[in-house]
């Protein structure tokens, strides 16, 4: 009885709150690249460097509210790919990575508000 309970209860909760969709959004107005570096910040997403066939510094912000991509101040560390990135706050990091010479251990900060 408890199984039988049990598999109710579960095949209820599937259709009564279904999870794992997705929705398309807008295509990324930048390059389609490797290895780049993201994170988010309220309800935008960034994504900046990686490696499209040569290294990148460009930087995007994808706006939730209204589904559009813009291009943010230029990332102005050597262009890389394989950094790391993460947010605290308004700010946003990015640092280390390679350039196609050095493994870098430089870190950069962005600030949201004023696009610096």
């Not at 290294?55 to 991509?69: A, H, I, L, P, V």
């Amino acid at each position: 009885m408890k199984t039988k309970l049990l598999i109710s209860f579960i095949v209820l909760c599937g259709i009564a709150n279904p999870q794992g969709t997705w929705a398309p959004k807008v295509d990324f107005a930048g390059t389609a690249r490797a290895t780049s570096v993201g994170f988010s910040i309220g309800t935008k997403g960034y994504i900046g460097t990686g490696w499209d066939g040569t290294y990148k510094n460009d930087f995007w912000e994808w706006n939730q509210t209204n589904n559009s991509w813009t291009q943010k101040a230029t990332f102005p560390g050597n262009a890389r790919f394989h950094a790391v990135g993460f947010s605290v706050g308004t700010m946003g990091y990015i640092g280390t990575g390679y350039d196609g010479v050095d493994k870098l251990q430089d870190f950069w900060e962005w600030n949201q508000s004023n696009n610096t």
